[in-house]
Antibody, heavy 118, light 111 residues
Framework: EVQLVESGGGLVQPGGSLRLSCAASGFTVSGNHMYWVRQAPDRGLEWVSILYSDGTTYYPDSVKGRFTISRDTSKNTVYLQMNSLRGDDTAVYYC????????????WGHGTLVTVSS | QSVLTQPRSVSGSPGQSVIISCSGTSSDVGAFNSVSWYQQHPGKGPKLIIYDVTKWPSGVPDRFSGSKSGNTASLTISGLQAQDEADYYCCSYAGGYSRWVFGGGTKLTVL
């Protein structure tokens, strides 16, 4: 059974850092495209990082230079390192999977809440 | 502000049908047959219910159906049931720099 379990969220001050984890089971993260997608309070969804199976990464301008996505194949886990956090980064962060060439997200985790506040 | 435009809310009675629209542009919805729809219940992660505009993942009932005309995609839910009450989000591949665009979500209330 495919499962994605996020962890690492919490309360952090503006300018601080946080690392989120997404533990995968039922498939290998290295063989799939992995995403972090966030949902700010009362707002829609926004992708914030992509890690393709070939190792290529992408970020939108809103987080470029501050967020880094990576994976540990030995732990079958994807990470999101978030630095220089701002108030508008406050959101629930979801991990999601895209099977290569599928062009949709077939599995999502339950999310982890990040609150940036002093 | 989300890139794709959805109605904030829709409602219907059990057994009825509702349609949720998702308006984009010729660079996203109109350019690719890669519109997907996600159902989200409170406190849960999104669940894929439609992909490639009209296809169902395994386990999703055919009461849910998708379509597209020009730059607007639509999700139709027929035979409404109480458990359909949730938020629904559309998503389109946009290629290039944008990659993926999402709608702002539609809250479905089953009366």
């Amino acid at each position: 059974e495919v499962q994605l379990v996020e962890s690492g969220g919490g309360l952090v001050q503006p300018g601080g850092s946080l690392r989120l984890s997404c533990a995968a089971s039922g498939f290998t993260v290295s063989g799939n495209h992995m995403y972090w997608v966030r949902q700010a309070p009362d707002r829609g969804l926004e992708w914030v990082s992509i890690l393709y199976s070939d190792g290529t990464t992408y970020y939108p301008d809103s987080v470029k230079g501050r967020f880094t996505i990576s994976r540990d194949t030995s732990k079958n886990t994807v990470y999101l390192q978030m630095n220089s956090l701002r108030g508008d980064d406050t959101a629930v962060y979801y991990c999601a999977r895209e099977v290569p060439h599928a062009v949709h997200f077939d599995y999502w985790g339950h999310g982890t809440l990040v609150t940036v506040s002093s | 502000q989300s890139v794709l435009t959805q109605p904030r809310s829709v409602s219907g009675s059990p057994g009825q049908s509702v349609i949720i629209s998702c308006s984009g542009t010729s660079s996203d919805v109109g350019a690719f047959n890669s519109v997907s729809w996600y159902q989200q219940h409170p406190g849960k992660g999104p669940k894929l219910i439609i992909y490639d505009v009209t296809k169902w993942p395994s386990g999703v009932p055919d009461r849910f159906s998708g379509s597209k005309s020009g730059n607007t995609a639509s999700l139709t839910i027929s035979g409404l049931q109480a458990q359909d009450e949730a938020d629904y989000y559309c998503c389109s591949y946009a290629g290039g720099y944008s990659r993926w665009v999402f709608g702002g979500g539609t809250k479905l209330t089953v009366l």
